[in-house]
């Protein structure tokens, strides 16, 4: 199918997406002496922004391609995730007010902006226990929403929600339901994501997922790293990104197709792998082959690194980018 009828097939594709929420804020600002307490700059404050974070970025970018979300994971009943869930309902992602805790604080991230440069970032968050995501109230909520979705998405970014029984549920799950399981790993945190039908590593990522380590400026050992996943995990599919080498599309442990990047202008590569992650996603569930959907969301990413921040990319910016 062309890409035009692939993204209207988008509006008819529910998917669930489920892990670490959280909310990034950007303090804009100029620096034009050094502070006299200390060696650092001063910041005088323009504006502030605020976008969704983490796994609610990969919400957004479904969102923002024309499919219908529904979101799970843990905020708080604070300022910043009154933020959140006005992004969220903003931007029509479902997201029920009862995974709103008292004593599970917003995962915050603010980054200091001065003329466009990150100056430094201050993280707010728990312990990584607190934000578990697996008791059994959870789980069947979960396991409930799946069977009227297409697809699952796991974002993972290694505060706590993804754990190994909310992996094994998903799992248990997706012969009833049908649904596709998407995994963008953690490695470091060791979860066992052996036979989803889709995980999208890093370069880094997929060579902690291989076993393999190498020097800096050692070549990549594609065959080795996609033999070595594919030993260790057996995905159905695995897309490795590699930044600004393209994409690396995978099956049965072996590559099948090299994409080369399609960025025109890299600023800002934050959040590119929640793009990439939700339009492959998104577009399997709708109908594509792993190729097709691929190269979709290789043009997507290359859409969104070019923007500032956390970015999301909609339908007619890709075909405009075809084009």
Known sequence: MTSQELLEHFKETPVLVVGDLMLDHYLWGDATRISPEAPVPVVAQVRDTYTAGGAANVAMNLAALGAPV??????????????????????????????????????????????????????????????????????????????????????????????????????????????????????????????????????????????????????????????????????RHLVVTLGADGMLVCDEGKIAHRIPTVAREVFDVSGAGDTVIATLTLAMAAGASVEEAAHLANRAAGIAIGKLGTATVSPQEILDYEG
């Open 70 to 235: 529904e979101l799970f994971g843990w905020t708080g009943r604070d300022i910043p995730g009154d933020v959140l869930a006005g992004v969220l309902a903003a931007n029509d992602i479902v997201y029920s007010q009862q995974w709103r805790s008292e004593d599970k604080p917003t995962i915050e991230k603010t980054r200091v902006m001065v003329r466009q440069q990150q100056l430094c970032r201050i993280d707010r968050e728990a312990h990584r226990e607190v934000y578990a995501f697996d008791s059994e109230a959870c789980l069947d909520m979960l396991a409930k929403k799946m069977a009227a979705a297409k697809a699952v998405i796991v974002s993972d970014y290694a505060k706590g929600v993804v754990t190994e029984k909310l992996l094994a549920r998903l799992i248990a799950c997706r012969e009833s339901t049908g649904c596709l399981i998407a995994v963008d790993p953690k490695p470091k945190r060791k979860l066992n994501v052996k036979g989803m039908d889709l995980i999208t590593p890093n370069r880094d990522e997929s060579l902690q997922m291989a076993g393999l380590s190498i020097e800096p400026n050692d070549p990549f050992p594609e065959a080795e790293v996609v033999r070595g996943i594919s030993e260790n995990y057996a995905p």
